[in-house]
């Protein structure tokens, strides 16, 4: 597999989400473009005051085009609501933004593969453009690779999980227009793939994390 050469080059020099959403697609910062259906870039207000960054398209959205619309994406709905809060009025997106999977000898099934570190990397101006173009109040980042994405490779969700935190200097650099509150959590189909006995629980602290970043709004 070739190296991946970054998004940059591939940004539209003017426009909002709606020339950033078709710039996107037809980006080529990295290979897994080659095998994903589309390019499935973040939906929502472009005036949200709260952000979701979840790891990368599933199965589900890189069908349809659009992310969070399979199961992970319906638990988050359910978290939100019992959070306080409306899908509609957020916005949610990934960090990278084609699924990258494999598939077991003879079968059809595509199976989550995590998104490599250059990958994550490659695809960060379009997070970066995002973040920008919403310059939302709070952000939360769903899982350890949006985490780190944003966070640095060392950042570690289950020890700053339920913390009030602000982006790296690093980060911030890069994106000097905005200065959100970051709130960090597990991803939803994290809860989807633990133990049925704990996935009540799993789910009540995820609304908690929710809960924690919509009082963040407005303070």
């Known amino acids: 597999m070739m190296a991946a050469i970054g998004a940059e080059r591939f940004l539209p020099d003017r426009g909002g989400l709606r020339a950033l959403a078709s710039a996107a697609s037809n980006c080529r910062g990295c290979e ?124 570690r969700v289950t020890k700053h999980r339920g913390e009030d935190l602000r982006l790296p200097d690093a980060t911030a650099s890069e994106i000097p227009t905005i200065d959100p509150h970051v709130v960090v959590t597990v991803h939803p189909s994290a809860v989807l793939r633990g133990p049925s006995e704990r996935r009540h629980e799993a789910f009540d602290d995820l609304v908690a994390d929710l809960r924690l970043a919509a009082g963040l709004i407005n303070s």
């Open 32 to 155: 897994l473009y080659r095998a994903a259906d589309r390019t499935v870039f973040g939906a929502g207000s472009a005036s949200a005051t709260l952000m979701l960054v979840g790891e990368q398209p599933g199965d589900q959205e890189d069908r349809a085009g659009a992310p969070f619309v399979g199961p992970a994406g319906r638990l988050l709905d359910k978290a939100l609501v019992s959070a306080g809060l409306e899908r509609d009025d957020v916005y949610v997106t990934n960090a990278v933004k084609h699924f990258k999977f494999s598939r077991a000898a003879g079968s059809k099934r595509r199976i989550h593969q995590t998104p490599t570190r250059s990958e994550v990397v490659a695809c960060r101006p379009w997070l970066f453009a995002e973040l920008t173009s919403v310059d939302p109040e709070v952000l939360v980042l769903l899982g350890s690779t949006a985490a780190k994405s944003l966070l640095g490779n060392d950042f």
